[in-house]
């Protein structure tokens, strides 16, 4: 599987798709599948359907949580593509919709579709599968749409992805699939290839210095309710307060989701992390996904050399077996383009291997990031940054790096 990328690209639609176009046509193997990440305010069905006029292939995608990059750098507000391809490549994709009301049936009909699609195509290669999947974040709960891709594909299947964003808005994501920008909906691409692939997670938050803890008291699926009986939204909103980590002039909604709760776990200093994406009028904050009643949870910090030093761990760990990279894919948390500025930047070099010349990548910033793979908890994470990356020759499925 070989990977390009172009951007970050300023510029308009037209543009666009004549470089895509360009580039498609000087690079040496069989495109079969482009990604693109699209700030939440542009024109989104123009750039996806000059995108699949250049390409000629499927085309998916998300609006990003504030920025996107590849190997050259950065965007808030530009493109960021990726094109895959290979000849031993097989690509299916299809979208989930009505998401919202049932994630299993969604899901299910999805892959269905894929299948009936791969079929009607000819025989499959029988090469093994990854699935990447890119969700409408206001339009899921992220514990039950990896839990329902779990059930629905067989266990050794890697997945990984994340959630939409909306620019820190908190109004609205949208998803990709063709020339269509969708709402209410995951697009599910399914990719089979030969290439072993790594992926691994890391965040490099820890509980707040000082910070309290609080037990759920009443939660249902993603929607918390109240923390030590009382309305969660005032207890959370006094926390912040009380550990001086409100910010002056922006919104109680977007400091939670810089400072989102951890609930520990079973495995050592280990936290589950869920961010917040609304606030109800009752008091109720509707996190990314799911937690449960009786868990004890915390305010979550991060300082910007912790978040760079996991980026570099991960990096290492994901990049440092494979001999010589073909390309990789970061989902990132926008929480962490949030906290780090000016010095983001210094999260997108230190994402590139330490041992070799740069490789194409291609990243995103999102509200949740989908990792699972074998020896994996969780699959579901946030303020993390999720990592998948494969080597330039057919080595076989193996291990994850972590």
Known sequence: MKMMTLGPFEGNAWLLGRKVERTVAEWKEPARLAIVALPSGARHEEY????????????????????????????????????????????????????????????????SEIDEATSSGGPRSGAPNSILVLADAFA???????????????????????????????????????RKALTDAA????????????????????AAEGGRDFTITDIERNVLKTLDGQP?????????????????????LQTMAKHALGAK?????????????????DGAVVLTGGLARGQVVRVVNAASDSLLQAAKSLATKVLGPLPAVSGS???????????????????????????????????MACYGQIAKFGGSVEGFHNTSAVMVAWGESDQGTGPASG
């Open 48 to 111: 996806l359907a000059a995108v699949e006029d250049a390409t000629g292939v499927p085309v998916v995608g998300a609006t990003t949580g504030g920025a996107s990059f590849t190997e050259r750098g950065f965007t808030k507000s530009g493109v960021a593509c990726a094109i895959l391809g290979g000849a031993n490549v097989e690509v299916g994709c299809a979208a989930a919709r009505e998401l919202r009301a049932d994630h299993g049936k969604s899901v299910r009909a999805a892959l």
């Open 140 to 178: 899921c709960d992220g514990d039950e749409l990896v839990a329902a891709l779990r059930q629905s594909v067989p266990p050794h299947t890697r997945v990984f992805g994340g959630t939409a964003g909306d620019g820190w808005t908190f109004e609205g994501a949208r998803v990709f699939l063709g």
């Open 187 to 206: 697009i599910i691409v399914r990719l089979s290839h030969r290439h072993r692939v790594n992926i691994d997670v890391l965040h490099g938050f820890r």
């Open 232 to 252: 969660a939204a005032r207890v959370y909103e006094e926390e912040l307060s009380r550990l001086g980590l409100r910010s002056s002039g922006e919104g109680l």
């Open 265 to 281: 776990t079973p495995f050592g200093e280990a936290l589950k992390i869920r961010s917040p994406l609304a606030i109800r009028g």
């Open 329 to 363: 894919l970061v989902f990132d948390c926008a929480s962490r383009l949030r906290l780090l500025g000016d010095r983001y930047r210094e999260e997108v070099r230190a994402l590139q291997s330490p041992n070799s010349p740069s490789h194409p990548t291609f990243g």
